[in-house]
């Protein structure tokens, strides 16, 4: 599921076939790919996680160094900054958390997902005429009943399986997400004498 959308609550299932419902749960079914990219979002919730501890500890420690108003410029523009990363840090921890849960959805529906039933009517009386066997023409009508509802009643948990997946897919959309970083200057810089602006 790592290059697909999560499929919209307006499927109506009831119209597939059974293949094409099975074809659903295998095309871009790939859990070891999902899993790649849940821990890839991990490492970069490490990573920030990381830049906002020393941000912090960057703040703190220019305390004594530098006091007044640019000192308490700097520490604020630092606490931003670090405020920013953990937040980002969180929204990452959760979008991989998502991606996992929903390549477990993903293989839990391939999984569960039934054979489909062959039912060809024509082919299971083509086969009892071939065959001679009188007492199986005879009974061909409940064979054929019986075939047809034994197919329904794969198709039907199939139909199922793929209600189930979406459900629990959506489900597993996280509610947070990224905010624009902080800005982390005033008017886009000091200006020099000339105006223009200069490098912070």
């Not at 609550?9 to 790939?30: D, F, I, M, P, Q």
Request: no cysteine; glycine share 12%.
């Amino acid at each position: 599921m790592s290059d697909r959308a999560i499929p919209s609550t307006g499927r109506r299932y009831e119209w597939y076939s059974h293949e094409a419902l099975k074809a659903e749960v295998e095309s871009g079914n790939e859990p070891a790919e999902a899993g790649e990219i849940g821990r890839e979002w991990a490492e970069l919730a490490d990573a920030l996680r990381e830049a906002g501890d020393a941000l912090t500890g960057m703040s703190a420690g220019s305390e004594e160094a530098w006091s007044g108003p640019g000192g308490d410029a700097l520490r604020a523009v630092l606490r931003k900054a670090a405020g920013w990363s953990q937040e980002a840090a969180a929204v990452s921890v959760s979008l991989g958390e998502a991606v996992g849960s929903q390549a477990e959805t993903a293989a839990r529906a391939r999984a569960e997902m039934p054979e489909p039933v062959p039912y060809d009517p024509a082919g299971m009386i083509r086969d009892a005429v071939a065959a001679g066997d009188l007492a199986a023409l005879a009974g061909l009508s409940g064979a054929l009943s019986a075939r047809r509802e034994e197919a329904e009643a794969a198709r039907q948990k199939a139909i199922d399986v793929l209600y189930a997946r979406d459900a629990a897919l959506r489900a597993a959309v996280p509610s947070s997400s990224f905010t624009a970083p902080p800005s982390l200057t005033r008017g886009g810089g000091h200006r020099g004498q000339q105006g223009k602006p200069v490098p912070m």
